[in-house]
């Protein structure tokens, strides 16, 4: 069945007829030409097609579009105001927490949800919210700096 | 589009649900968080021309407080019942075994309902659920009607929902203080894939004797396992010759068979492992 929707994607609604088959990440991919949101395993494990909706993290590729209409929906497009990088952007360029950068999206906005959920996590519970998200270069020292890094970055945002 | 073109129908309410299922008879299913629909019907396993969404009845995902339990929605996320301070309080064992499911998006996605529905025969709800002495609301065609769990299970992805019926909550009683339980979850694999085999026990303790003693198993038969017979533990005392005796009872009843995670061998080897663990933490 087709169906019309609106998602409001990284600030501006976006009104689109769509399939009912239609999953979210091809919706945003395909439609909205957001290439950040990105399909590996395409079940859910790896984390490469991580969005945030309504502030938390989701597995786009088995999300079906279509149960979503009304919904905030943030890609890494969505993060830096254009001029800046967000501060979790800014963390991992400069812990170098990146090697090919295919998961780097995924990382950085689970990153982002784990340290608006938690301000100050336990390595053991950054460890565990980014366990869904895999980085076949194996660059998890730095993307655990990274998120410390990013952490204190955003207490002195918000003036702690 | 890599799923095949079907009908997404979003009922107002229990009552239009169970017509449009009655309509489209097995055409159509039911789905909840659609972790595991959706994915199969993507990789072309399952297909289905309806999908009968509950997202779109309100009230169905909530978690409440009644006076001798607390009553979980079918619609609950995985992440809501592990972060629930409610659950938290009376049944850690339950919140810990939901905090253990894949990953934080999984579990923010899945639900209680769509987990026991689903009814794998090695997922971790089950198996702590069974021996809190859960019970679950179905509604359909013919009204409303309560189904222990333990009664739910009925064969490889088989459960006793008749045609048409909905499942739209689980209500878990309130142990009595000299009670505790635990889960323990085995990976064979990587710790967030599904488990070899996870282990649930439940201890109401009277005098130092156990008054009544549960297990129940996933992973080592088509369905979530409950232990039957195990009354001749009652009034002795928890040591290693009465957890020997259990082990056994338990040997006798699970029938695993081999899977990725584990043979048939390795299973009933890890069976007594792990159910021997979950009883010496009761001890």
Redesign the interface.
């Known amino acids: 069945m087709k169906r019309e929707i609106t998602l409001r994607v990284n600030g501006r609604d976006e009104t689109l007829i769509i399939d009912d088959a239609d999953t979210l990440l091809e919706v945003l991919r395909d439609r909205l030409n957001l290439w950040s949101v990105r399909e590996s395993c395409g079940v859910g494990a790896c984390g490469s097609c991580t969005v945030l909706i309504d502030g938390r993290p989701a597995s786009s590729c088995f999300l079906l579009a279509a149960r979503f209409d009304g919904r905030v929906v943030t890609t890494l497009e969505g993060l830096s105001d254009g001029r800046r990088l967000h501060f979790v952007q800014e963390a991992f360029v400069e812990e170098r927490a990146l090697q090919c950068a295919y998961c780097t999206p995924g990382f950085v906005l689970s990153t982002k949800a784990l340290l608006d959920e938690n301000p100050r996590p336990s390595d053991e519970e950054i460890r565990e919210y980014l366990a869904g998200n895999l980085c076949r270069c194996a660059g998890y020292a730095d993307i655990l700096r990274a998120v410390r890094a990013a952490q204190e970055k955003r207490a002195s945002l918000m003036g702690r | 589009?890599?799923?095949?073109?079907?009908?997404?129908l979003r009922p107002r309410s229990l009552q239009e649900a169970v017509e449009l299922l009655q309509k489209h008879g097995e055409d159509a299913r039911v789905v909840a968080g659609?972790?595991t629909l959706?994915?199969l019907m993507?990789?072309r396993a399952l297909y289905y021309p309806y999908?009968v969404?509950l997202?779109s009845i309100l009230g169905l995902g909530e978690i409440q407080n009644e006076n001798d339990g607390i009553r979980i929605g079918a619609l609950t996320t995985h992440r809501s019942v592990e972060t629930s301070p409610d659950v938290q309080r009376a049944f850690p064992s339950l919140a810990q075994a939901f905090s253990c499911i894949?990953?934080?998006?999984?579990r923010?996605?899945a639900t209680v309902g769509g987990n026991l529905a689903h009814a794998d025969y090695r997922l971790d709800p089950p198996p702590p659920l069974l021996v809190l002495g859960a019970e679950v609301t179905a509604f359909g065609p013919k009204g409303t009607r309560t189904i222990a769990l333990k009664d739910f299970f009925r064969g490889m992805y088989e459960t006793a929902l008749e045609p048409g019926e909905l499942l739209v909550d689980v209500k878990i009683p309130f142990p009595p203080a000299n009670s505790r339980a635990v889960y323990l979850r085995y990976t064979a694999l990587s710790?967030?894939d599904w488990p070899c085999l996870g282990v649930a026990a439940y201890l109401e303790r009277q005098n130092g004797r156990c008054q009544d003693l549960r297990l129940a198993l996933g992973g080592v038969a088509s369905t979530p396992l409950w232990i039957d017979g195990l009354a001749f533990a009652e009034d002795q005392t928890l040591d290693h010759a009465l957890i020997d005796k259990l082990l056994d009872s338990v040997d006798r009843q699970i029938s695993p068979t081999g899977d990725l995670r584990g043979s048939e061998w390795y299973k009933r080897r890890m069976a007594r492992v792990f159910v021997k663990k979950a009883l010496e933490e009761l001890l």
């Open positions: 589009m890599t799923i095949r073109s079907f009908d997404l659609g972790t959706v994915i993507k990789q999908l969404d997202q894949g990953n934080v998006r999984v923010q996605t710790a967030n």
